[in-house]
């Protein structure tokens, strides 16, 4: 948590990293890039619950974060 209030953490992920920022309910991608031979996908873009996705034949990963009860909630997938 930063002093303003805002959650700020980086996901390693197979896939990729993703860096998603959560604050007073709203949650956003900062930065995100994918690991060579995967495909990134942020769905919904700008919004709560805000999902990235990388994904390339039989592997896939996935972050979701979304605000719940004043405060950050995040699912891990990894699919080998």
């Known amino acids: 948590m930063t002093g303003s209030g805002q959650y700020v953490r980086t996901f390693r992920l197979t896939g990729g990293d993703a860096t998603i920022r959560a604050a007073h309910g709203t949650v956003e991608l900062v930065s995100a890039a994918p690991r ?8 919904p873009a700008g919004s709560d619950p805000l999902g990235v996705s990388f994904s390339m034949i039989n592997r896939a990963s996935k972050v979701e974060v979304s605000w719940v009860d004043n405060a950050p909630a995040s699912k891990v997938t990894e699919i080998p």
């Open 36 to 43: 060579p031979g995967y495909v990134m996908n942020v769905t």
